[in-house]
């Protein structure tokens, strides 16, 4: 078995590998001899392309060329955030097929989820680390943002999985950093670290506490987490790129902003003039032929700019960021006094305006230099995976493989072991765990049952009472987030059961959530101590349609009845709540109509069922219209579950 770790990046990925015992941590180059792999997948004439290549070949099929595919990673086509910037991407960015709600892109006419693309760096990746090491890459740690939600650490693990690996942990960007750090940190001394993580695409502050004790293992316990999975390198780019079309508008009177071609190119030089500015104060970005349209061909691209014009062009995003720090500090009740060491990390905060305002929050003397901005994740991820020995079994104290389930001592489940090596990490949440409830009269509350900041795997489960009330059968919608409304929050799934006829509708219930080592949400309903329902919701999977007619205990002798039903109530939801739809959604919902009335033309028992999920399921996705209707809908009706505390 040979472990590495991987930062698998927005804008690029690094591997890096460990002897033994974490000794001799080093940058893993690829087959072209470079220590970074562009996170870019392209298809050429049937062949695809990686890294480097791919990112050459870009400008020659924009649409066919994925670039920045971790910010669509685990995330719902419907997801606001999501469509603010679909436009942003050169390739076409659409829904899943059927009950898939997540985010595709098509390439070639073929619809391809995110993991996919993802797993095609991956698997370059191993292959190249493979090569270089003379044996066989098996394992790997992979690191994600600190503020990635579940759907998104689920969709990583995925994707490590397709590309053939044993994916030993998936630990957060800043953990990563700061074992990195550790590397160096003298032993019996406590560190209180803040991880100023901004790369490509997403931005992360973390504060651990570390001690690296006798042995040399470093300890680390993570305190507390922020941040913003829209914020990082890619925006300061777009800044420039947006600079350089309103110079071409002025310049020659052409409009280059639907030309993917164009885009793309102004993409790559305005991340060169943002490492340039870097290093000196002007950035030319100089583009030969760069701009078609021209009475007497292609159009030259001159723009010329300065430090100081990029500062003020981002300054609203290191406000941003610097908000969050402190609003980190202030949560544990810290000033940046408390803090011991900064750690930079990602390629962003190599841009002066950044990496001043840190330095003019705690004092240029904490911010820690000896770390390689771009290389420091890669590294502490592959000191972790070198010193982790697998995952010990809660019954039986057996060491166990991560790629195990169930012990192999004493087939006990493994999904609340904890990892076991000289490296140790406390990991806590990110963000809030709960369900969607009813507290007095306000409706669509959030209910935490985990609590941001709690550490994970859980040796118990975490547990709330709530009333049902109104009906047998409840719904229980799982969410992630720190909204106070629930509807606001990234849904984890939905947990639907029914009582027992012997117990009363009114009848307190208790929803307790598990939450193990790969962060999976178990979910149990129970009364009186007696288990209705336990179901385990993980995000990789397509979200649950609604059960069939014959699960949810209805009497339904006719489904043409059930489809004609649902055909109708989506045309009067298309009539009112369509101008709140994007336009993807909208198409969506009016083919499924059109195919449920040719099932309906030509009847067939088994598609008209399908279809009729698929009808409901869209509905019930198309983002802030479905929301819209739901408010609609509980202010005219009872909820089914409240807060038990609130009555």
Not at 125 to 150: Q, W
Not at 186 to 204: A, H, N
Not at 462 to 488: C, H, N, T, W
Request: glycine content about 8%.
């Amino acid at each position: 078995m040979r472990a590495i770790g991987i930062d698998l990046g927005t804008t690029n990925s690094v591997a890096a590998c460990c002897d033994a015992g974490g000794r001799n941590p080093r940058i893993l180059s690829n087959s072209v001899g470079e220590n970074v792999t562009p996170s870019a997948v392209c298809s050429k004439d049937g062949d695809t392309l990686v890294g480097r290549a791919a990112l050459n070949y870009a400008h020659k099929a924009p649409e066919s060329t994925v670039l920045s595919i971790k910010r669509l990673m685990g995330r719902d086509y419907v997801d606001d955030n999501l469509a603010r910037v679909r436009d942003r991407f050169t390739y076409q960015v659409v829904p899943g097929p059927d009950e898939d709600p997540r985010a595709h892109v098509m390439i070639n006419g073929r619809r391809i989820p995110p993991a996919e693309i993802s797993a095609t760096i991956l698997r370059r990746i191993k292959d190249d680390a493979s090569r270089t090491l003379g044996e066989e890459v098996t394992h790997a740690v992979i690191t994600v943002p600190a503020y990635f939600n579940e759907g998104q650490r689920a969709a990583t693990r995925e994707a490590g999985e397709k590309a053939g690996l044993v994916v030993k942990k998936i630990i957060d960007e800043p953990t990563a950093a700061a074992i990195a750090f550790g590397m160096d940190a003298r032993k019996d001394t406590r560190y209180r670290i803040l991880v100023f993580d901004m790369g490509g695409g997403t931005f992360d502050i973390s504060i651990l506490q570390m001690v690296k004790d006798e042995q040399g293992g470093g300890q680390y316990q993570v305190m507390q987490i922020e941040g913003d999975n829209w914020l990082g390198g890619d925006d300061f780019d777009l800044r420039i790129v947006e600079r350089m079309l309103r110079w071409v508008k002025d310049t020659y009177g052409i409009d280059p902003s639907q030309d993917k071609r164009f885009l793309l190119l102004a993409k790559r030089y305005a991340e060169e003039a943002k490492r340039t500015l870097s290093e000196a104060e002007v950035a030319d970005i100089e583009i030969e032929g760069g701009v078609r349209g021209g009475q007497s061909g292609p159009l030259d691209v001159g723009v010329r700019l300065t430090r100081d014009e990029l500062g003020s062009m981002i300054e609203e995003y290191v406000s941003r960021a610097m908000k969050l720090v402190q609003e980190g500090l202030g949560k544990q009740g810290l000033t940046p006094d408390d803090i011991t060491d900064v750690l930079l990390v990602g390629g962003a905060t190599l841009t002066p305006l950044v990496y001043r305002s840190v330095e003019g929050m705690f004092g240029s003397s904490k911010v820690r230099r000896n770390v390689n901005p771009m290389e420091c994740v890669a590294l502490g991820a592959a000191i972790l995976a070198a010193t982790l020995e697998g995952v010990e079994c809660a019954s039986c104290g057996a060491v166990n493989d991560e790629s195990l389930k169930v012990c192999e001592r004493c087939s006990s489940t493994l999904a609340t072991a904890r990892s076991v090596g000289s490296t140790k990490v406390g990991e806590v949440t990110a963000l809030a765990l709960g369900i969607e409830a009813v507290r007095g009269d306000q409706k669509d509350v959030f209910v935490p049952i985990i609590p941001k900041g709690t550490p994970y795997p859980l040796e118990r489960p975490m547990k709330q009472p709530f009333l049902a009330i109104g009906e047998r059968r409840i719904v229980v919608p799982v969410y992630e987030g720190d909204d106070p409304v629930a509807s606001r929050n990234a849904e984890q799934g939905v947990v639907d059961f029914e009582l027992p006829e012997k117990i009363d509708v009114n009848t307190p219930v208790d929803v307790s959530f598990n939450y193990d080592r790969d962060r999976v949400i178990t979910v149990t309903i129970s009364v009186g101590g007696k288990f209705i329902r336990t179901e385990t919701l993980r995000r990789n999977r397509a979200r649950k349609p609604p059960p069939p007619q014959e699960e949810r205990g209805d009497t339904v002798e006719d489904w043409e009845e059930e489809l004609q039903q649902t055909v109708d109530f989506a045309r009067t939801f298309l009539e009112q709540y369509g101008p709140f739809m994007q336009p993807a959604e909208g198409t969506k919902i009016e083919t499924d109509i059109r195919k449920a009335e040719e099932v309906l033309a030509f009847p067939s028992e088994t598609e008209g069922q399908r279809v009729t999920r698929v009808l409901q399921t869209d509905v019930f996705s198309a983002g802030l219209a479905s929301q819209l209707f739901l408010a609609d809908r509980a202010t005219d009706s009872a909820p089914v579950i409240c807060c038990a505390t609130s009555l």
